[in-house]
């Protein structure tokens, strides 16, 4: 069946540093893929999205490319926050309004 | 304000005590979705609704029940709940199929 797989965590990282955070799928057919950032107490918020090959997704200064010849959709951001501390789901779209989510990755920015 | 709601947030309670968690909806959307977040498993569907009166397992509904009477109200219900269903819970909707979701804020259940 539909899968993401998503870096393990959590990425601790000082402020301004870069981020990525890898993800990959696997899919049947062509789905739409999804970045969700979930803040601490809080449920989740749709970060950015792309529905088909080499589309771009940003938002907030962050950037994810959907890569069919690697099957990947990674998240990064140039100059990561302490504000961005959160868990970033990584998620695809098959059929009828059903997502498969990935794990989740922990982002701990230090100041 | 466009939001979805769920109440209690947090719960704990014993097992075989039957509960419910409510959600409501306020964008009057059609689609509705029961999630659980457990950890390592990321957050899996447990049912989902495409309209009022139309409902259908997900991934993991052992245990569940789900009815939408109205549009904006979607409730999760634990007819005996026991401790492998401790978890987080959200409540998710969407006006079209492949529109965008939009999540409840989590119930934190705790079944003894």
């Given at each position: 069946g539909d899968s993401v797989t998503q870096m393990e965590g959590p990425v601790t990282l000082s402020e301004e540093a870069f981020l990525t955070i890898n993800c990959t799928y696997t899919a049947t057919g062509y789905p739409s893929l999804f970045w969700y950032v979930q803040y601490p107490g809080e449920g989740l918020q749709l970060l950015l999205k792309a529905t088909k090959a080499d589309d771009k997704g940003s938002n907030k200064g962050f950037e994810a490319t959907y890569r069919k010849e690697t099957t990947s959709f990674h998240l990064e951001k140039g100059s990561v926050q302490v504000s961005d501390s959160a868990v970033y789901f990584c998620a695809l779209r098959t059929g009828f309004q059903k997502l498969v989510f990935g794990t989740g990755t922990r982002l701990l920015v230090s100041p | 304000e466009a939001q979805v709601t769920q109440n209690p947030r947090y719960l704990i309670t014993v097992t075989g005590k039957k509960l419910t968690v409510t959600c409501s909806q306020?964008?009057?959307?059609?689609y509705m979705s029961w999630y659980r977040q457990d950890p390592g498993l990321g957050l899996r569907q447990i049912y989902y609704s495409m309209n009022v009166e139309v409902t259908d397992k997900g991934d993991v509904p052992e245990g569940y029940k789900v009815s939408r009477k109205e549009k904006r109200n979607f409730p999760l219900i634990l007819e005996s709940p026991s401790p492998n269903q401790t978890s987080l819970y959200f409540c998710a909707s969407s006006q079209e199929p492949r529109d965008t979701q939009y999540f409840g804020p989590g119930t934190r259940l705790t079944v003894l």
């Open positions: - | 306020n964008m009057n959307h059609e």
